[in-house]
């Protein structure tokens, strides 16, 4: 588990497709603060996707596999060498949680669809599939690439977020522009409280 509050930004050394009509793929990223602790098998969230650490080269690098359904319902597949990525290790057990609850399992893709400077914030309008836009409420949480944000207001297929001078300087969102494809992950309490009450006739 997570709480969308990014310890510090990566950078992508590599993505290599598999093999096969549905490949996956292999990807290598550099964060020196989330390796310096890392096992094998630990999670990390890379914008926003949780992904478990295969290889420590011991360079400050970790390699995970990306599933082919990762691919489908995330940004991963867009990136290339060079590109900064958001980190995230996994809430430690006693750890402050300073942001809401983030599995790392990414339910689609947004469209970055305008963006607006303010004095010392930014404004964004982000496009969302209607099907998600239902777990979206003016005032809750979402997941944005990895970081956690406030609804400030809600529509049929888009939503927006403001975002402080910290998100600005710390998180890869500070460099989104319109157009960009992010990762979204609605609140999964959300999620659970549709799924509850839809089935709270059926018995066994």
């Given amino acids: 588990m997570?709480?969308?509050?990014?310890?510090?930004?990566?950078?992508?050394?590599?993505l290599v497709p598999?093999?096969?009509?549905?490949?996956?793929?292999?990807?290598r990223v550099r964060g020196p603060l989330v390796t310096s602790d890392a096992?094998?098998?630990?999670?990390?969230?890379?914008?926003?996707?949780?992904?478990?650490?295969?290889?420590?080269?011991?360079?400050g690098t970790f390699v995970a596999d990306v599933m082919p359904e990762t691919l489908r319902r995330s940004a991963l597949g867009?990136?290339?060498?060079?590109d900064a990525v958001n980190l995230?290790?996994?809430?430690?057990?006693?750890?402050?949680?300073?942001?809401?609850?983030?599995?790392?399992?990414?339910?689609g893709v947004g469209e970055v669809r305008s963006r607006r400077p303010g004095p010392r914030w930014d404004d964004i309008e982000i496009a969302l599939d209607p099907s998600?836009?239902?777990?979206?409420?003016?005032?809750?949480?979402?997941?944005?690439?990895?970081v956690s944000l406030t609804v400030t207001h809600v529509g049929d297929d888009v939503f927006g977020v403001s975002l402080i001078p910290t998100t600005l300087q710390v998180t890869t969102l500070?460099?989104?522009?319109?157009?960009?494809?992010?990762?979204?992950?609605?609140?999964?309490?959300?999620?659970?409280?549709?799924?509850?009450?839809?089935?709270?006739?059926?018995?066994?």
């Fill in 132 to 146: 998600l836009a239902r777990y979206v409420a003016e005032k809750g949480s979402i997941t944005v690439q990895g």
């Fill in 39 to 59: 096992s094998l098998g630990d999670s990390i969230a890379v914008s926003g996707v949780c992904l478990t650490v295969a290889e420590l080269p011991g360079d």
């Fill in 174 to 204: 500070g460099e989104l522009a319109p157009g960009a494809r992010v990762n979204l992950e609605v609140d999964v309490l959300a999620k659970y409280t549709e799924r509850l009450l839809t089935t709270a006739g059926v018995t066994r």
């Fill in 78 to 82: 867009d990136l290339v060498e060079g």
């Fill in 2 to 14: 997570f709480t969308g509050i990014v310890e510090e930004m990566g950078t992508v050394v590599a």
């Fill in 18 to 27: 598999g093999d096969g009509d549905e490949a996956d793929a292999r990807l």
């Fill in 88 to 107: 995230e290790r996994a809430l430690a057990v006693g750890g402050r949680y300073g942001g809401h609850v983030v599995q790392g399992h990414v339910d």
